[in-house]
């Protein structure tokens, strides 16, 4: 009996030992500030709703793919903006949108006005696209085209 005790006494005194050494290492040094968490990128919400940061490409016509990003080079990605050179893919739809071509058109990608997403609450999403065609532009499109972007 006298064994089971000195055993048990000899476990007790290594694991308060453990854990008061434990304690102390994972414990903040005294004085030391707490180091002010940087906020989180926002992401892009793709047509398949999945979040994406600084993609290369990026469909807009979810519905048929007749105007799409690509090439997307980001120069900015910070929580309440994003900036990126790239070329809108746009499809002529003539005669009709199958038998269409795409021609491409240089523009200056600007994201904008992050959200809470509805999906993934945690996540900021932007909400805004501002497309900004530097050369030639697809007919009928005004120079700068802002978009809402789905949620």
Not at 20 to 37: E, I, L
Not at 54 to 61: G, H, Q, S
Not at 76 to 87: K, S
Request: charged share 15%.
């Amino acid at each position: 009996m006298r064994r089971h005790t000195a055993r048990t006494t000899v476990g007790l005194c290594a694991a308060a030992s453990l854990a008061a050494v434990m304690g102390t290492a994972s414990a903040a040094p005294p004085g030391a500030q707490a180091v002010k968490q940087q906020p989180a990128a926002s992401v892009l919400v793709d047509c398949f709703w999945h979040p994406d940061v600084r993609p290369t490409d990026f469909i807009l016509a979810c519905g048929d793919g007749n105007s799409r990003l690509v090439s997307l080079h980001w120069s900015q990605w910070l929580p309440d903006a994003a900036t990126a050179e790239g070329v809108n893919v746009v499809n002529d739809c003539e005669p009709y949108c199958a038998a269409g071509r795409f021609h491409p058109y240089p523009v200056t990608v600007r994201l904008d006005h992050p959200q809470p997403w509805k999906k993934h609450p945690e996540l900021q999403h932007y909400t805004r696209m501002t497309l900004v065609y530097t050369d030639a532009r697809p007919d009928g499109y005004e120079q700068v085209v802002s978009y809402p972007l789905w949620n």
